[in-house]
């Protein structure tokens, strides 16, 4: 019987290898593909704690070419993965994405943690829409990362942010 291909995960914040959550990668060892970047647009933007949230894009108008990192996770590590990022509990959606591997040009389907779509486009509208959005989480913005060991309730912590973020007015 034929082994199964991996699930190939595109990471484009905190898992990057060099930021906070990297080392939830290499415990489970999760081997390194390469570097990648979206196909198409994607919008990301920085939410609460300095988390960063990939989301389909609103409009014809918004996204960016997004950089990341991809993965070939074990059903076990992917499992982790899930469990980290809170699909139990609505606060990111493990979806299908086709991202270019740097390098080569090849294309690439993978699968990549989305915000849930409960809130995805409010957190858009929140942070700034397409003002917000950026192209890579990078290090200046992990500087602001708030760990889950630091917040309370972990992941619950986390989706309860969001919505305290979402019913606040933005900054003017």
Known sequence: MA???PTMVFVYGTLKRGFPN??????????????ASTAGSASLVIGPYSVPFLLPTPSASSGRVVSGELYAPSPAALAELDAFEGTHIGVYERRPITVVAD?????????AY?????????????CGGEAAE???????HAGGYVPKSERAAGVAGLIDAVHRFLATAPDN
Not at 22 to 29: C, D, Y
Not at 103 to 111: M, N, W
Not at 134 to 140: A, F, K, R, S
């Open 22 to 35: 990297h080392p939830l990668l290499v415990a489970s060892a999760t081997p390194f593909v390469g570097a």
């Open 114 to 126: 989305f915000a849930h779509p409960s809130y995805a486009e409010a957190l858009w509208r929140r």
């Open 3 to 5: 082994e199964a291909t």
């Open 134 to 140: 950026i192209g890579e989480y990078t290090v200046d």
């Open 103 to 111: 390098g080569s040009g090849e294309a690439v389907q993978a699968e």
